[in-house]
């Protein structure tokens, strides 16, 4: 008998998109006895509602199947390759490039739980916990993440997430970022990396809230993040988890869109 759906089940046509991205099971070994779309549909309400693996509903997978299959394609680094692909796509289909030119970097502070792991203190934003780093196309898609402790400042943060620009996206000559990333790290960027690191700054004349060029793209970004309860805080011990649910977020929101056609 059909279980009744879930709103974060992915629908036929979802599915679809991301199935020929889901990795075979090695020749030779044991043959995959589990439903792929049903796994998904576990790790996805977990995402969703935020609550823990072992509350999932009785009538999902397992929850410990679940979670093994969340942990193996967070090490093989599965969730990033299948973002990085339906990425591709969405670009395509509107009518750009598979990779972008320009792009924009921020990070948000997000609390953490007695779980464990690193963490640290953010005296600007007064939260003690961890920085979710994340760089985006100007469709906010995002290219790149890091997770690290919220003690770390943006400067020195933005260097370790534009490290990973060394190699791939050449296409790429440009990054907007805010005030908070002023100083030699525009220097170098362009010295290390190869980019151009342009401020966008807000004018003094201006009083209240006023949305900035281009930085509102990330915003918005964080905004749909915003939406899975499971990235209300970092509840999770490794950063390399915590990482891999915002792909996942990410996987969900643009096979919805690539579904809409």
Same mark, same amino acid.
């Given at each position: 008998?059909?279980?009744?759906?879930?709103?974060?089940?992915?629908?036929?046509?979802?599915?679809? !998109?991301?199935?020929?991205?889901?990795?075979?099971?090695?020749?030779?070994?044991?043959? !995959?006895?589990?439903?792929?779309? #049903?796994?998904?549909?576990?790790?996805?309400?977990?995402?969703? *509602?935020?609550? /823990?693996? !072992?509350?999932?509903?009785? +009538?999902?997978?397992?929850?410990?199947?679940?979670?093994?299959?969340?942990?193996?394609?967070?090490?093989?680094?599965?969730?990033? *390759?299948?973002?990085?692909?339906?990425?591709?796509? @969405?670009?395509?289909?509107?009518?750009?490039?598979?990779?972008? *030119?320009?792009? @924009?970097?921020?990070?948000?502070?997000?609390?953490?739980?007695?779980?464990?792991?690193?963490? %640290?203190?953010?005296?600007?934003?007064?939260?003690? %916990?961890?920085?979710?780093?994340?760089? @985006?196309?100007?469709? %906010?898609?995002?290219?790149?993440?890091? @997770?690290?402790? /919220? *003690?770390?400042? +943006?400067?020195?943060?933005?260097?370790?997430?534009?490290?990973?620009?060394?190699? %791939?996206?050449?296409?790429?000559?440009?990054?907007? /970022?805010?005030?908070?990333?002023?100083?030699?790290?525009? +220097?170098?960027?362009?010295?290390?990396?190869?980019?151009?690191?342009?401020?966008?700054?807000?004018?003094?004349?201006?009083?209240?809230?006023?949305?900035?060029?281009?930085?509102?793209?990330?915003?918005?970004?964080?905004?749909?993040?915003?939406?899975? !309860?499971?990235?209300?805080?970092?509840? #999770?011990?490794?950063?390399?988890?915590?990482?891999?649910?915002?792909?996942?977020?990410?996987?969900?929101?643009?096979?919805?869109?690539?579904?809409?056609?």
């Amino acid at each position: 008998m059909k279980r009744q759906g879930y709103p974060s089940d992915l629908s036929e046509a979802q599915y679809e !998109r991301i199935a020929p991205l889901i990795p075979q099971p090695k020749p030779g070994g044991r043959p !995959r006895e589990v439903d792929m779309r #049903e796994i998904l549909n576990g790790i996805l309400y977990v995402v969703r *509602s935020g609550c /823990a693996w !072992r509350l999932m509903p009785h +009538d999902l997978p397992n929850w410990n199947t679940v979670y093994g299959y969340f942990r193996r394609f967070t090490k093989a680094g599965i969730w990033k *390759s299948i973002n990085d692909q339906l990425r591709e796509k @969405v670009r395509k289909e509107a009518g750009r490039k598979p990779t972008p *030119s320009a792009a @924009v970097i921020d990070s948000q502070s997000v609390k953490t739980t007695e779980k464990g792991g690193l963490r %640290g203190y953010d005296a600007g934003k007064k939260i003690n %916990g961890r920085k979710r780093h994340i760089v @985006v196309d100007t469709m %906010g898609l995002i290219l790149t993440v890091l @997770v690290h402790e /919220a *003690s770390i400042q +943006d400067r020195d943060g933005a260097k370790l997430v534009l490290e990973q620009f060394r190699k %791939g996206f050449t296409r790429l000559k440009l990054i907007w /970022a805010d005030g908070g990333y002023a100083g030699k790290l525009i +220097d170098w960027t362009k010295k290390e990396i190869g980019r151009t690191l342009e401020i966008v700054k807000r004018s003094d004349d201006v009083k209240g809230f006023t949305v900035l060029p281009r930085r509102w793209v990330v915003e918005r970004t964080f905004g749909w993040l915003g939406r899975y !309860r499971r990235l209300s805080k970092d509840y #999770e011990e490794l950063t390399q988890s915590s990482e891999a649910m915002i792909h996942i977020a990410m996987i969900n929101l643009m096979s919805r869109r690539l579904a809409r056609g």
